[in-house]
């Protein structure tokens, strides 16, 4: 089964806030991602949190992470129709010094005019 | 624009061939990983290569196969290809092996589609 979990869509208005949620189940993550995935294109790191960390803001991008819940967040303030992509939400192999993530499913992020 | 570099773009074969996909990674990075993106399985981890050496290995069949080469790049060879390895592969590179910090930059993708 999927042991990072993201809901699959989610539609805003162009200048609204978007909030993509992501579950993770490992503890031991140490540092947590947000890339995003446009049509026909790679994926694009957007930001990283360390799971010391509560809380990373990057301009327009907001993330909050509630260890104890073991929940992750990405805020897009002033959301652009630019905006609309694919989400993936990464955790970093559990307790290793190897490198692989683990992703989820992705969010399928609209943004209306 | 990441740095890290794929070839091809896209390609299109038929079930039983054997194709060869080819990453670059960023300059000066000594990690190589590749990951399968498809409609039922998501993005999954296929294997690492560190300094050309496999570092780890994760949900990759016995028909693929991978190498990196002393110039760095890396090469996934995919045979006696199915219908079902339709897919995207994508392909990473970071600085170090993997550890706390080191982070993963993606290259474009090479789109196979199995006829």
């Known amino acids: 089964g999927e042991d990072v979990e993201q809901s699959l869509f989610l539609s805003v208005r162009e200048g609204d806030s978007s909030v993509i949620n992501c579950t993770y189940t490992d503890s031991s993550s140490t540092y947590l991602y947000w890339y995003k995935q446009e049509p026909g294109a790679g994926l694009q790191l957007l930001t990283y949190i360390f799971s010391n960390m509560d809380m990373k803001q990057d301009q327009r991008l907001t993330v909050l992470l509630n260890k104890k819940d073991k929940h992750l967040s990405l805020r897009i303030a002033d959301t652009q129709t630019g905006d609309s992509a694919i989400y993936f939400c990464a955790e970093k192999d559990r307790g290793s010094t190897l490198g692989r993530l683990y992703f989820g499913r992705g969010t399928q992020l609209t943004v209306w005019p | 624009d990441s740095g890290v570099t794929q070839t091809p773009k896209h390609l299109i074969t038929a079930t039983g061939q054997r194709v060869t996909l080819r990453c670059s990674p960023r300059s000066g990075d000594l990690s190589v990983y590749w990951y399968q993106q498809s409609l039922d399985q998501g993005l999954q981890f296929l294997i690492q290569?560190?300094?050309?050496?496999?570092?780890a290995k994760g949900n990759i069949l016995e028909r693929f196969s991978a190498q990196q080469f002393p110039d760095l790049h890396s090469e996934l060879n995919l045979s006696s290809l199915e219908l079902g390895d339709s897919a995207l592969y994508f392909c990473?590179?970071?600085?170090?092996?993997?550890?706390?910090?080191?982070?993963?930059?993606f290259g474009p993708g090479t789109r196979l589609t199995v006829l």
């Open positions: 990473a590179s970071s600085a170090q092996a993997g550890a706390v910090g080191d982070t993963q930059y």
């Open positions: 290569y560190y300094n050309g050496e496999e570092r």
